[in-house]
């Protein structure tokens, strides 16, 4: 029952921030803050494409979980760290539309994602996914890290992917 009303709150709470940040463009920055955050969540995803195990574990709270957008299945850090050294050859990953959100010592970044590659073990097999995460950060001891993905993968293929 927890989860339902976070995911909902989480929801409530990004729709009344794109409300008020209408008027601002995507990957733009109006304090020192979020400029901060955009700069995190691009060096999380160079991590994840170099798979930084030291930046990676820099970035992310040892709670961090990976959250499908309607809780149908997580993935704890310790399962996603696994996952990503071992199952996945990465070809293409990045984020788009990066918007940071603000609330004291918490914020949320929202984007547009996009990745291709190989996965599987013992036999890799290609995949290719997009959609759109919000990203959960605290500010602790001095420094932000990130202690929730929530992500929907949307069906098809996506046209504006470079690698399309």
Request: hydrophobic share 40%.
């Amino acid at each position: 029952m927890k989860i339902p009303i976070v995911l909902c709150s989480l929801a409530l709470l990004l729709t009344s921030s794109i409300v008020m940040d209408a008027q601002r463009s995507p990957d733009t920055a109006t304090s020192a803050t979020e400029t901060e955050l955009l700069s995190l969540a691009k060096a999380w995803t160079d991590a994840i494409n170099a798979k930084d195990r030291s930046k990676l574990d820099q970035l992310m709270a040892p709670e961090f979980t990976l959250h499908a957008w309607d809780n149908s299945w997580q993935v704890p850090k310790a399962d996603w760290m696994k996952n990503l050294l071992n199952s996945y050859d990465i070809k293409e990953y990045h984020h788009s539309d990066i918007v940071p959100h603000v609330y004291g010592e918490v914020a949320i970044v929202a984007s547009r994602w996009y990745w291709r590659g190989v996965r599987g073990l013992p036999e890799k097999k290609p995949f290719e996914e997009h959609g759109y995460v919000v990203d959960v950060w605290r500010h602790r001891s001095g420094h932000w890290q990130v202690v929730s993905r929530v992500t929907v993968i949307l069906p098809g293929k996506d046209e504006t992917a470079s690698g399309s």
